[in-house]
């Protein structure tokens, strides 16, 4: 049975081979497997759709899936074969990406290039692909999506169509597989972000800025007051900086020069807008940046004054929004977005420290995953690549301590962790956290990383037990990772139906009619007072329209209240699962109250 990345790298073939046989004039970018699937780039030209068509669209995938499965039947074989760049070059003359591609590969000193012919259609490809299409199961793949892509992933560079597939061994698995991202769709964070009034991202005030409607608002405040809370039990001192920073900090700092690709370029603050736009020159120049971390304010703060080694460990905590580059194309709701508050940390400490320091994050990223509902993860252990050390921070023999120290604390905290040669930060090694939603999709969060570079370019001390100067260790730690995608991944897992404890409306009140609205105002006002999260419905609709509207606001509970209940001086409940019958008002308060406790 051949390797499923290797039918998927097949199906990409045979789809161009597909595309070739409708569409003849086509030009061919490249065609990979990728995660769950394929795809591959094409230069569709105009003349090759009919009427006022400009090109394909998702109603087009149907007949290249029909025109792809016909193929799949008619066993055809893939055939490797090397050829050398003259070869090539005649080959592929009137495939103007392919040439380029050709070039590419022989200009390091490479003669020749490896090529698949499939039938009528030859693709350069190094492989590997699979013998005959019928070791494919025509029924166990599907078009999905058709997209732009420049060639080369180059802004430069022509649009060409991108067309993506699912592919998996049997067509059980291709069913299953749909049926998660039908599930997926539903729980959009996007789309239940507009339906439940939590946030907006409006092109007037800029892509990737996310602004919280008020329901949005007050999640993001019973995020951040238990996040205060539980930061002060722990043992942190909360921090408060800026969102700009002077060209010096970020160039002592090595953001400047290192981390370019992810900063805005610098603000002139030495003039007014006014002054700038009727071109007036400043005679000082004072150029500032938007932070795209919070690190070198912190270790501003520790350097303000001599630090003995009876201050340490200091463990600083700070919710601070930062600002990083992102292609317009690249933005993504909640998840991918140009400003964004980190729960940021820094622990400083001495060696000595280290290890208890690391454990004691390690437990307080399980507290905080497990209590928003994140039972299951996994943990990346982030390592230097040890075949090109020039281009990482710090010494040896620091790295083989925090490497080896991380690794201690993953197998004592019983952590289920894989090493990644290569992925460390060039600052330092890390512990990264990828949360499994309720689909079994990876979302990557929390962090526990070293830091070499800063403590070394602002020459960080600390007075030991000697009188001696001594380097600390720094820490740098995110719980969420950051507010927004943490909210966003809560939105998809929770499908919006928030526990109540997290829920910014938890309780809703129903008149039946317009003469219960003053005693459904009375209960209202009893929830506020016991700090419930409660609202009213008082419209003049019917008690089942009203219900339906909070049913779809995924409102925990629903209180209606109508002759019998202000007889009773009672509250009749409905949860999200079933009806819980007539009760005091007293008795749903402990009820909810009980819920807020326990964080369900």
Known sequence: MNNIETIRHSLSHIMAMAVKNLYPNTKFGIGPAIDNGFYYDFDLPRQSFEGAKA??????????????????????????????????????????????????????????????????????????????????????????????????????NKMLTRIYGLAFATETELTDYLKILEEAEKRDHRKLGRELDLFLI?????????????????????????????????????????????????????????????????????????????GKKSEIKEEYLLKPMNCPFHVSIYNSKPRSYRDLPIRWAECGTVYRYEKSGELSGLTRVRGFTQDDAHIICAKTQVKDELKRVADFIIFILNTFGFKEFNVYLSLRDPNNKEKYAGNDEGWEFTQKVLEEVAKEQGLNYKKEEGEAAFYGPKLDY??????????????????????????????NQKGEKERPFVLHRALFGSFERFIGVLIEHYAGSFPVWLSPTQAIVLPIGESHQTYGQEVLKTLKQNNIRAQINLNNDTIGKKIRESEMQKIPYILVVGDKEIKANSVAVRSRNEDLGVMTTEKFIDTIKQKVETKK
């Open 434 to 463: 990828k949360i499994k939603d309720c689909l079994g999709r990876e979302w990557q969060c929390s962090t526990l990383q070293f830091d070499f570079n800063l403590p070394e370019r602002f020459d960080m001390t600390f007075i």
């Open 202 to 278: 409006d092109p007037t005030v800029g892509m990737g800025l996310a602004m919280w409607q008020p329901k949005g608002a007050m999640l993001w405040r019973i995020m951040e007051d238990f996040w205060y809370q539980e930061h002060l039990k722990n043992g942190y001192e909360l921090v408060r900086t800026p969102h700009i920073g002077s060209r010096k900090l970020w160039e002592t700092s090595g953001h400047w020069g290192f981390y370019n690709e992810s900063m805005y370029p610098p603000l002139e603050v030495s003039q007014t807008l006014k002054e700038a736009q009727e």
């Open 55 to 156: 090109g394909l669209s998702i109603d087009d995938l149907p007949k290249i899936e029909k025109e792809m499965q016909a193929i799949i039947k008619s066993n055809i074989d893939f055939i490797k074969k090397e050829i050398f760049q003259d070869e090539a070059e005649k080959l592929f003359a009137n495939q103007p990406y392919k040439l380029e591609l050709v070039k590419e590969l022989t200009s390091t000193g490479k003669t020749g290039v490896t090529i698949y012919t499939s039938g009528d259609f030859t693709d350069l490809c190094a492989g590997p692909h699979i013998e005959n299409t019928k070791e494919i199961n025509p029924l166990s793949f599907k078009l999905t999506k058709v997209a732009g892509a420049y060639w080369k992933g180059d802004e430069k």
